[in-house]
């Protein structure tokens, strides 16, 4: 969709305005700056650097829609120029701890699944600070996205034998732990 909307963007823009109408729309998206001609009507922020925005930028008196993406991950690109795109927000990730895949794969080898659901569970419940790390290492991630963040609060995790997941994977696991089965449990 990018190059369609970057073709539609160049054939409506001016060429000697496109660079300053592409950096008032990334300044705008970002919400650095604000700029008279560009309303964001919409932002989805992914993290402190990364951003999709839907909006109205007005050049030479007609109004253009726009949905862009900024940040380090691609740059500025155009995803939408004055088309029928719709602008979606993405679902957050929710993190959470769990076994590491040697403990699950052990426990349900040994018909052991459901007790060690309840010792993860209990080390949850005790452990405020092992609990926590799902909700700090979101945080870390989206203000401070990097290698360092991933590393640090992995190998926080991996201090108590768990591993960070999503919010699903974690529930999928726990399903299999807690299934007398284990023929249904493998994957």
Same mark, same amino acid.
């Given at each position: ?15 000697? $305005? ?23 009507? %919409?932002?989805? @922020?992914? %993290? ?43 679902? #957050? ?5 769990? #076994?590491?895949? @040697? $403990? ?9 699944? #459901? ?25 870390? @991630? ?34 299999? $732990?807690?299934? #007398? ?7």
């Amino acid at each position: 969709m990018g190059e369609r909307a970057q073709q539609a963007f160049e054939a409506t823009v001016p060429a000697h $305005l496109q660079e300053d109408v592409m950096q008032m729309i990334a300044e705008a998206a970002g919400g650095w700056c604000d700029h008279p001609s560009v309303t964001i009507l %919409d932002r989805d @922020r992914h %993290d402190a650097i990364n951003v999709t925005a839907h909006g109205i930028v007005m050049v030479e008196g007609v109004e253009h829609r726009f949905i862009v993406d900024d940040g380090n991950w691609n740059g500025t690109v155009l995803r939408d120029w004055d088309g029928d795109a719709v602008f979606e927000y993405r679902k #957050p990730t929710t993190y959470a701890l769990q #076994p590491e895949a @040697r $403990l699950i794969d052990e426990a349900i080898m040994a018909g052991k699944g #459901p007790l060690l659901l309840m010792k993860w569970d209990a080390i949850l419940s005790n452990h405020q600070d092992i609990a926590a790390i799902p909700g700090k290492y979101a945080y870390d @991630r989206y203000f401070q996205p990097g290698i360092k963040v991933e590393s640090h609060w992995r190998e926080a995790a991996a201090k108590h034998h768990f591993v960070i997941v999503d919010e699903e994977t974690a529930q999928e696991t726990r399903k299999r $732990l807690a299934s #007398p089965s284990q023929e249904s449990s493998r994957g």
